[in-house]
């Protein structure tokens, strides 16, 4: 059971403004840490340093924090185990830069009402707006609702090391909401990921004899069912299971015929399935070998009658269905994505977030929360 901080005695003073004054000193507050964020290199596994800054930031306003590994975390001031907990979780590593960028990745500027950085869009606008709600909400007694904020790790590459791994420490919670880059709308379902390995098998020979056992040309049956097929079974929100060939390699050189073939398909699954049923159901159907890299990563959702989501409703905000996966897939509690920024963006060269997608978000979530504490 977590900790509940009454007693701050011990802890740095907090910085009155934050608490004090209107949430323009919040953002002003967390526009400055996403700059310092996109400074610190933190790709998946090297999250270290930014571990760090965000751990500082949160203690200078005198929040005790929690930290395992890079994921930190911290509760509200009047945090009571007998209520219902709202956790607000984003992560704070990044995907490599790719060769595209013109500008630096790791310098943070701010040019005609953008910010441009590596990570700015995804997800380090949803992140610090996130914090930036926590410490608006973190010292109101008599709230209806805990809130825990995690700032986690490797998102980008679905580690184990990132929510997951410190997820059974936080205490009960009753439903998550997910920073990511959703233009401040809710993605109230979004699909799950199953990546398969597969290998065809085939007979060795020399190029120059018949051969009706090809190892290239039997994947491509496989290949072929993985095009075309359909599961029975479709999404309202999600649409149909998507899979998609994605890497193919076999032959050593013109003049042999290989003896295997080995190919990837990303599949993007719905709440219809659980990974576990698409995978059954795609063994039974192709001939190559196959295996899953993964089955954790199932698809997530949250019901639209939810408080939350009615709240952002009236609130003016649409409801979708997210074809990109996030940490939803490994949060064990009814979850939506929701943050500013756009989700195209994610992962393009020269990377930005407007700076009035911030400003927006802290409001929004500000006043939704507002409608259920």
């Known amino acids: 059971m977590p900790k509940i901080y009454q007693d701050l005695s011990t802890t740095k003073p907090m910085k009155e403004q934050v608490f004090n004054n209107t949430t323009t000193d919040l953002f002003q507050s967390a526009f400055s840490l996403l700059k310092e964020l996109i400074a610190i290199p933190s790709l998946s596994k090297s999250e270290d340093k930014t571990a ?22 911290a509760y509200n001031q009047f945090y009571d185990a007998s209520k219902p907990t709202i956790l607000l979780n984003s992560h704070h590593d990044t995907v490599k830069p790719n060769s595209g960028y013109t500008l630096n990745p790791f310098e943070p500027i701010e040019k005609d009402g953008k910010l441009y950085g590596l990570g700015s869009n995804d997800a380090g606008g949803a992140l610090v707006s996130l914090i930036a709600t926590f410490l608006y909400f973190w010292d109101k007694p008599n709230m209806k609702y805990n809130i825990i904020l995690t ?8 580690g184990i090391n990132g929510v997951e791994s410190i997820y059974s420490q936080l205490g009960n919670i009753d439903f998550a909401i997910v920073g990511e880059p959703t233009e401040m709308n809710l993605a109230i379902a979004e ?8 290998v065809a098998k085939g007979t060795s020979s020399h190029a120059a004899h018949p051969n009706p056992d090809n190892a290239i040309l039997n994947a491509i049956k496989d290949i072929n069912w993985f095009n075309n097929y359909h599961f029975e079974k479709v999404s309202d929100l999600l649409g149909e299971v998507k899979m998609t060939v994605t890497i193919i390699n076999s032959g050593s050189q013109h003049n042999v ?13 719905t709440e219809q399935y659980s990974n576990t049923e698409v995978f059954n159901i795609i063994k039974e159907n192709i001939s ?10 199932n698809s997530s959702s949250i019901p ?11 609130l003016g905000r649409t409801y979708y269905g997210s074809p990109t996966s996030s940490d939803q ?9 929701m943050g500013p920024g756009l989700s195209t963006r994610s992962h393009s060269s020269d990377e930005f977030i407007y700076v ?4 927006e978000a802290l409001e929004i979530y500000k006043t939704i929360l507002m409608q259920i504490l």
Do not use: Y
Request: net charge negative; aromatic share 6%.
């Open 257 to 269: 015929v290989p003896d295997s073939c080995q190919f990837t398909v990303d599949v993007r699954t």
């Open 288 to 297: 190559s070998e196959v295996t899953a890299r993964s089955l954790r990563l």
């Open 356 to 359: 009035a997608e911030i400003k």
């Open 151 to 158: 700032a986690t790790a490797e998102e980008e590459i679905s």
């Open 329 to 337: 897939a490994v949060i064990p509690c009814p979850s939506l994505k």
């Open 191 to 198: 699909k799950g990921l199953l990546v398969l390995d597969c």
């Open 304 to 314: 639209l009658t939810h408080p939350f989501v009615q709240a952002g409703l009236q």
């Open 52 to 73: 760090d800054c965000i751990q500082q930031f949160l203690e200078d306003f005198g929040v005790p924090t929690h930290r395992v590994m890079n994921n930190v975390w």
